[in-house]
Antibody, heavy 120, light 110 residues
């Protein structure tokens, strides 16, 4: 059974960088069939896919246009986990953030969610 | 970007009744990449249906999906108490490579 365990701070100051980590058990970040995603949900924006990283003989990254200039999703192969960095945050980035595994772009396993507030 | 619209916003039904939820796309969606999720308060979304009509592992057969092109439907044949939740559709654009979700339909106890 795949499990995803999220960690990271719940409060970030405006203009700073939001950083979250998702530890994978029951699968490998090197999987040739899975992708590793970050998704967020807020009352104003609903469920919003942010991006993914996946391995198909080499690493690929895909990001949503809405955050493309501010986001980085990276694998950490030594710890079998992946991370989210979102730069220059504003209060609009306040949301519950989820990591999720996809297989053929359906999200079958999710992390527990992390509420991140952007506030001074 | 493909925009997904769900209707109704809220569905008030009694246990045992049939629920029919609609998801409409702003342009044609590949049937292979249309999925439905259930979300309960304090929990992560749960995959119910993928590829328009395939039930995910462990999903009871009272849940079914159908549709094509721009119109898709999730049907719950007989509502159980644990089915009262918010349901989201989701698509993945084959060309755009972007993922979008609908705004959700809340199924509440009448």
């Amino acid at each position: 059974q795949v499990q995803l365990q999220q960690s990271g701070p719940g409060l970030v100051k405006p203009s700073q960088t939001l950083s979250l980590t998702c530890a994978i058990s029951g699968d490998s970040v090197f999987s040739n069939t899975a992708g590793w995603n970050w998704i967020r949900q807020s009352p104003s924006r609903g469920l919003e896919w942010l991006g993914r990283t996946y391995y198909r003989s080499k690493w690929y990254h895909e990001y949503a246009v809405s955050v493309n200039s501010r986001i980085t999703i990276n694998p950490d192969t030594s710890k079998n986990q992946f991370s989210l960095q979102l730069n220059s945050v504003t209060p609009e980035d306040t949301a519950v953030y989820f990591c999720a595994r996809d297989v053929s772009m359906r999200f079958d396993f999710w992390g527990q969610g992390t509420l991140v507030a952007v506030s001074s | 970007e493909i925009v997904l619209t769900q209707s109704p916003g809220t569905l008030s039904l009694s246990p045992g009744e049939r629920a029919t939820l609609s998801c409409r796309a702003s342009q044609s969606v590949s049937s292979s990449y249309l999925a439905w999720y259930q979300r309960k308060p304090g929990q992560a979304p749960r995959l119910l249906i993928y590829g328009t009509s395939n039930r995910a592992t462990g999903i009871p057969d009272r849940f079914s999906g159908s549709g094509s092109g721009t119109d898709f439907t999730l049907t719950i044949s007989r509502l159980e108490p644990e089915d009262f939740a918010v349901y989201y559709c989701q698509q993945h654009g084959v060309l755009s490579r972007e993922v979008t979700f609908g705004p959700g339909t809340k199924v509440e106890i009448k």
